[in-house]
């Protein structure tokens, strides 16, 4: 299991066709426009509109910051995007993040966000979970689906 190394844990939201890629293994950067919750630790993976479900988690084992044409060509082969979409979603940006996802879980049954917590709402981006939240996604039955870190 996923253990923070940070003490807070970030409910990521992703469009569907990313997260089905994050949860295969096959997209292994999350590109952002800035380090979330400083770049290292836990993110969980919330598929946005039609999905609207927790689908996973994964531990992010190091950020890079550049600028965008620099990000391209460092994992345009990692990120699951196209060029054209990269450059749109940095367009007016110096600098951009790319999260290196070092271990994927896929829970096996994917979640509705009121079951992680009755009050909490899917974000425009990305929110903090508190620990109780955190640990009602981690105690959900979950496979591990990517593990690098011992090839990066």
Known sequence: MAT???????????????????MSGTKTVEFRKCAINGGTGNMVVYSS????????????GKVDLAKP???WKRYWRS??????????????CATGACHVIYKVWRLDKPVAIT?????????QSFLYLTPKQ?????????????DQTHTT
């Not at 923070?4 to 994050?22: F, G, Q, R």
């Not at 079951?115 to 974000?123: D, E, F, H, Y």
């Not at 955190?134 to 990517?146: F, H, N």
């Open 69 to 71: 044409s620099t990000l």
């Open 4 to 22: 923070s190394t940070n003490e807070h844990v970030v409910l990521l939201s992703v469009l569907p066709k990313y997260a089905d890629a994050i």
């Open 49 to 60: 509109s039609p999905r609207k479900k927790v689908v996973g988690y994964l531990e992010i």
């Open 115 to 123: 079951k992680v917590g009755s009050r909490l709402r899917a974000p």
């Open 134 to 146: 955190w640990d009602k996604i981690r105690g959900s039955s979950a496979s591990l689906v990517l």
């Open 79 to 92: 990120g699951g995007i196209d060029e054209v979409a990269f450059f749109k979603y940095y367009e007016g």
